[in-house]
């Protein structure tokens, strides 16, 4: 006899969902890099082929590829020359490697080229009219679906239902029987995959797109883009419809693309790819441009190098709240995304347009001058690689009240940038550390924090100066912005040192200037019955102002206190506004650095 025990186990994948312009997994922000490998089963030896192809993806950074299904030959009583090798195959096994490689699949039901209605044999019987719009028709078509829900919907990897492939490439197409049958497809799918999978369709002209995406239950939209202009015609026409696209509110995703739909480009080194894979996530896609070529152009020239370039820079930075926006950019053909505090920016150098294949080997470098809008404060720029992902330059940098930040970038190839709060680049070569010092004649205690606002440590200042050594970034010591990089790698500060005041006015943070004047107020009119109450006090009232920044939510208050009702507010304001609210001054400390603040008392 022997015994199984069976625990609770953590899937090594989440299942995906969608949000308002990223998708989403065990609740962090997905962005998908990854290609077609739509037919694998065209190979003698499917399974073979599916690993061999989703394994190279994943080595190098991909968690996205796109599944055909072997169609619904059987089901219909119709016959194929593959159908036997198709249905030999079992298709769990191609998931459950994918899933074990970190790969998500979009699995695709039906399409109109590989079981074509014009050339059969397969659908040598149905005719698009009676595929969308017979009942008999439908129940088959449902009951293949419901299979593959029993046999497929428990994988965590299954991206989504694609419905059918390019359904506009059907003969006759009829925009109101195919959005009729979406409709009901959907509502199917939904009431019997338990797992809830997203669900999605396809077209082949953009424009018909917009009879189909705003069905409800159709999760995300996507887009199948094939420029004949060469490369250079792929960043603009990714840019154009993921824009118009957002007209859905759901996610965009290009999930097929190609210099052309014929045959891919005579473009060994790859132009095509980089450049769709920036441009899409930049344009405000939920993830890179997914080629089609995989076996007969990204695979033959060993182009795998460029998704790890992506994913070794998707995988530093935080989507949360990103989105594209305009900048202004000189001289080259930019798209970028960010969220006010963090920016990612693609710039093409267009000047190389008309000899794209000798692109790698450009003599010629372009200057260009770019200005993006970020909220007031400190950050990194960082310029990138695009081919390999590797950092090329480093800086720190300050954005003024004006709320923009301008740079220039020289380049022979494409570039990416980002402006972040700290280093994305994880690796420096030198001065990846460094140093704060801390004076004080009081060994007063100082609480030091990241970006973020996590506390990194608490430090007693001294005469001599206390030392801190830190990784290059953005940190509060109380409260106070700072910037340790390779420039200003030693930091000397002196205490007393007091967060968020200068001179005679008392600067909060954005987020808390509306909150800060209602509670200066209230404050205000506790002190003033402070000073009713306090018969005994003898001081005269003196007159002073708080100003409260960023100047869009400029405010000033005029008070009249008594001395002792002034010292009380301050106190109080300052104990609950500093960023270390649990061990706030004393008022008796906080009296002797009056003057640095306000106007000297009488």
């Known amino acids: ?298 695979d033959p020239m060993n182009l795998y190098y460029q998704f790890a370039a992506v994913k070794d820079l998707v995988s530093k930075l935080d989507f949360t709240g990103f989105k594209p926006f305009a900048m202004n950019v000189s001289d080259a053909y930019g798209s970028a995304v960010g969220n006010g505090s963090a920016a990612l920016v693609f710039l093409v150098n267009d000047s190389l347009a008309g000899d794209w294949q000798y692109y790698y080997g450009a003599e010629m470098p372009s200057s260009v001058n770019v200005s993006i809008p970020l909220s007031p404060g400190s950050y990194y720029l960082e310029e990138w690689d695009p081919t390999t992902g590797s950092a090329t330059s480093s800086e720190g940098v300050e954005v003024g009240p004006s709320g923009r930040l301008s740079f220039a970038v020289t380049f022979c190839t494409d570039a990416v940038v980002t402006v972040t709060r700290s280093f994305i680049n994880a690796t420096p070569a030198e001065g990846s550390m460094g140093r704060l010092i801390i004076f004080s004649s009081s060994s007063k205690v100082v609480t030091i924090r990241d970006h973020a606002g996590r506390v990194i440590s608490t430090v007693a200042g001294s005469e001599n100066g206390t030392q801190l050594s830190l990784p290059l970034g953005i940190y509060y010591v109380n409260g106070t912005e700072e910037m340790l990089d390779g420039v200003n790698s030693t930091l000397k500060i002196h205490l007393p040192l007091l967060p968020h005041v200068t001179s005679a006015s008392l600067m909060l943070k954005e987020e808390l200037a509306l909150l800060a004047v209602v509670v200066v107020v209230a404050l205000a009119a506790l002190s003033f019955g402070l000073v009713y109450r306090r018969k005994k006090a003898k001081a005269s009232p003196s007159s002073f102002s708080f100003s409260f920044g960023p100047d869009a939510l400029s405010t000033t208050l005029q008070l009249a206190l008594s001395r002792d009702g002034a010292l009380d507010l301050l106190n109080y304001l300052k104990g609950l506004l500093s960023p270390d609210a649990a061990n706030p001054p004393s008022t008796s400390g906080y009296a002797k650095n009056l003057s640095s603040m306000l106007t000297p008392y009488r």
């Open 1 to 298: 006899k022997g015994q199984i025990e069976v625990v609770q186990g953590t899937p090594p994948m989440g299942f995906a969902s969608a949000g308002d312009r990223y998708f989403y997994s065990n609740g962090k922000p997905l962005v998908l890099i990854g290609e077609d490998v739509a037919r694998a089963w065209t190979s003698d030896d499917l399974s073979g082929s599916w690993d061999y192809y989703v394994g190279k993806v994943a080595q190098s950074g991909g968690n996205w590829v796109r599944l055909w299904s072997p169609y619904a030959s059987r089901w219909f009583r119709l016959w194929s020359p593959n159908a036997s090798r198709w249905f030999s195959v079992n298709y769990s096994e191609l998931l459950d490697f994918a899933l074990n490689h970190g790969v998500y699949v979009q699995y695709c039901l039906f399409s109109p080229y590989n079981a074509s209605f014009s050339v059969g044999p397969e659908w040598a019987n149905v005719t698009p009219e009676e595929f969308f719009g017979s009942a008999k028709m439908v129940q088959l078509e449902e009951f293949w679906v419901r299979s593959l829900i029993g046999r497929y919907s428990a994988f965590p990897n299954l991206f989504a239902w694609e419905l059918f492939n390019e359904v506009d490439g059907t003969p006759g197409y009829n925009a109101t029987l195919v959005r009729k049958w979406t409709e009901a497809m959907v509502d199917y799918i939904r009431e019997n995959d338990p797992y809830h999978h997203m669900i999605t369709i396809s077209v082949g002209n953009p424009s018909d797109g917009f009879a189909l995406f705003n069905v409800t239950g159709i999760s995300y939209a996507q887009l199948h883009l094939y420029g004949n202009g060469g490369p250079y015609a792929v960043p603009e026409e990714i840019g154009y419809w993921v824009s118009a696209y957002r007209a859905f509110g759901k996610p965009v995703l290009v999930a097929e693309f190609g210099a052309s739909y014929l045959r891919p480009v005579e473009d060994p080194l790859g132009i095509t790819e980089q450049l769709g894979l920036w441009s899409a996530l930049t344009s405000g896609a939920a993830g890179t441009a997914m080629t089609w070529y995989w076996s007969d152009w990204v």
